[in-house]
């Protein structure tokens, strides 16, 4: 009897602990499979915002540099036109000479000139060629108007000049800049970006010309259909042009082969309309990469789940509860990482470790909608190292770079605040702070340009010291948006530099 009941309660035990073992696999098994769908779920939801993030802030460099270029040349203007009032005041009669001169002597020159008796119409100078037949010249220049956004018309006495630059050539230049620049990028598992420039929006054949394609760089400027198919017989172009209509921007997927390889797989494609330039600006991942990502992460936790399954036997319902919490934690963990690392990429300026031009930009902008709100008047202000190639030149960039790193440390306490420091690009930084008043403006800038003069880099045996230019400026009720505000500051470095460099100026 005690034999019998041995065995009975043995084989309770063994069946209990054989049900326990296959419903504790079985629970492992689901929890794995839910694991591996949150993973990739994750995953795509990461790669979404990185499509975002990085086609929106591509298209915000462009409007920055169309910014920039429009402060470039409008400097130059200014100083043509000084150049232009000083020779009339001092020598009338030989100003014709000179404004022919001073606009004929390079054929590449950007700018338009024209220059005409005021009373005759008689055409003195047009480098471009712009008068044409026997129609006035003043009503030659003002049909041109339309397409200048840069341009000054000036009467010198008997006299009457034109001068401008026609925009179409500022946003030749900038898409030019824009291109290499997007050649030169690198971006994380084979991605890049891409722009297709829309000429009819109703679609049909020659809909569009490529314009950039770090993937198809042979085919830049041939037409595009949307009738053009993939090889699985999808219009992307057409589903594409469809959603910008619609809405300004899609996601979307379509087969297209990767970078640098002929192998054809899906892609996920975020797409923008950048209406200025008529430029979709898009940029892909292949999805088989990312399936590979959930695979090899899939089987890693495949791996620890095989590994742990003897501890299972023993403490199987304890280790159960732990495990998965394990899992949970890990999936956590693994999440809040690539998600940080994706952040540092996309905002932390790799040399100096603090906020480089893309999270500049948003602070500027965060700052300007605040002070449209009425939260106060936001202050910012731009700043540069003196002779900074010189130093380049004489003593080689790696001293050049630990000058920057140097003043970054240095400066960075000095600012508003830790994180209102953000680099520009080169030797350019941008501060970004709260409403101040003008005297702590002052001091939180005379600060800067003691602290910078302190900086010591040495190199062989020199000792390389520093000083810095600042342009400070407040938000303005007329500022349309933040690049205004950021050209008036640009202006006041500009200013400072004029000024003898080693300075300040403020424009609040």
């Known amino acids: 009897m005690k034999r019998n009941s041995w065995i009975l309660s043995t084989s309770l035990v063994f069946l209990s602990t054989l049900l326990l073992v296959i419903f504790s696999l079985s629970t492992l098994g689901e929890i794995e499979r839910v694991y591996k769908d949150q993973t990739a779920q994750g995953t795509e939801a990461l790669k979404r915002k990185f499509l975002y993030d990085s086609v929106n802030n591509q298209i915000k460099r462009i409007d920055t540099q169309r910014a920039i270029h429009q402060v470039e040349y409008q400097k130059q203007l200014d100083h043509i036109t000084w150049h232009m009032d000083t020779s009339y005041e001092a020598d009338i009669e030989s100003f014709p000479q000179v404004v022919a001169s001073f606009f004929t002597q390079d054929s590449s020159s950007p700018w338009t000139a024209v220059l005409w008796q005021r009373e005759t119409g008689?055409?003195?100078v047009d480098n471009k060629g712009v008068i044409v037949g026997s129609e006035p010249p003043i009503d030659v220049v003002n049909s041109l108007l339309h397409g200048f956004q840069l341009y000054e018309l000036h009467s010198y006495a008997p006299y009457t000049l034109f001068v401008g630059i026609p925009q179409v050539v500022i946003d030749e230049e900038v898409k030019q800049y824009i291109a290499d620049e997007i050649y030169a990028s690198n971006y994380p598992e084979n991605s890049y970006i891409w722009v297709n420039e829309v000429i009819n929006y109703e679609g049909g054949d020659e809909y569009a010309i490529r314009r950039i394609h770090p993937n198809l760089r042979d085919s830049v400027g041939v037409y595009l259909s949307t009738n053009m198919t993939d090889v699985q017989g999808n219009t992307p172009y057409k589903t594409e042009l469809e959603g910008i209509n619609q809405d300004g921007e899609l996601y979307f997927t379509y087969f297209f082969k990767k970078l640098d390889s002929d192998v054809i797989s899906e892609k996920l494609t975020y797409a923008r309309l950048y209406k200025d330039f008529d430029w979709i600006v898009a940029m892909g991942i292949h999805l088989d990469d990312l399936a590979m990502y959930v695979e090899e992460t899939a089987n890693k936790s495949a791996g620890i789940v095989g590994q742990i399954t003897p501890i299972f036997i023993g403490a199987i319902i304890l280790l159960f509860v732990l495990h998965s919490v394990l899992l949970v934690v890990l999936e956590h963990q693994r999440n809040r990482i690539q998600a940080k690392s994706l952040e540092d990429q996309a905002y932390k300026d790799p040399l100096t470790g603090i906020g480089n031009r893309r999270s500049g930009l948003?602070?500027?902008?965060?700052?300007?909608?605040?002070?449209?709100?009425?939260?106060?008047?936001?202050?910012?202000?731009?700043?540069?190292?003196?002779?900074?190639?010189?130093?380049?030149?004489?003593?080689?960039?790696?001293?050049?770079?630990?000058?920057?790193?140097?003043?970054?440390?240095?400066?960075?306490?000095?600012?508003?605040?830790?994180?209102?420091l953000f680099r520009w690009g080169g030797d350019e930084f941008l501060i970004v702070c709260p409403p101040l008043t003008a005297e702590q403006v002052n001091l939180m800038a005379e600060s800067l340009l003691s602290a910078a003069r302190t900086v010591e880099v040495e190199h062989e045996t020199t000792k390389i010291t520093l000083t810095i230019s600042l342009g400070l400026v407040s938000f303005l009720p007329s500022d349309t948006s933040e690049i205004d505000t950021f050209k008036r500051a640009d202006g006041a470095l500009y200013q400072a530099k004029k000024a003898g460099r080693n300075r300040f100026v403020t424009l609040l």
Request: proline share 0%.
């Open 122 to 124: 008689e055409v003195i």
């Open 362 to 420: 948003l602070a500027l902008k965060k700052a300007y909608l605040e002070s449209r709100k009425g939260n106060g008047a936001g202050v910012i202000s731009i700043f540069d190292i003196d002779y900074f190639k010189h130093i380049n030149d004489t003593f080689g960039h790696d001293a050049g770079d630990r000058c920057l790193i140097q003043l970054t440390k240095t400066l960075q306490e000095l600012a508003c605040s830790k994180d209102a």
